[in-house]
């Protein structure tokens, strides 16, 4: 169990740092999305290395907020190869305002969890977060 914090009141799940570093190091997951349930941050899908942008987009519920963190792979104009690791917040409009509340209260302190995060995004419908808008922040 991660420790909660005082300020947030927030605990996050040993298995996100752990599974984070999978995918940072390892390589061996496309992206990992992040619920928060009973007052804890928790893995909510995790994505093998073969799934797609779509994929990914596809795995965020349209009315629940969510974290995700995304590895991003792209071919500089230099053409060499290259991947960012992406943290999205993402919070439709749809979502309750608690809900938006609590994922917004508790970002940066889940966020400092994640050690090698390169790009933030933040999106509330998914034109917010279009693989052309990926592709705009990674370079």
Known sequence: MGQANAASGMAVHDDCKLKFQDLKAKRI??????????????IDKIGEATESYEDFQASLPADECRYAVYDFDFTTNENCQKSKIFFIAWSPDTSKV?????????????????????????????????????????F
């Open 98 to 138: 608690r809900m938006k509340m609590v994922y917004a209260s508790s970002k940066d302190r889940f966020k400092r969890e994640l050690d090698g995060i390169q790009v933030e995004l933040q999106a509330t419908d998914p034109t917010e977060m279009s693989l052309d808008i990926v592709k705009a922040r990674a």
């Open 29 to 42: 997951y496309r992206f990992i999305t992040f619920k928060i349930e009973k007052q804890q941050v928790m």
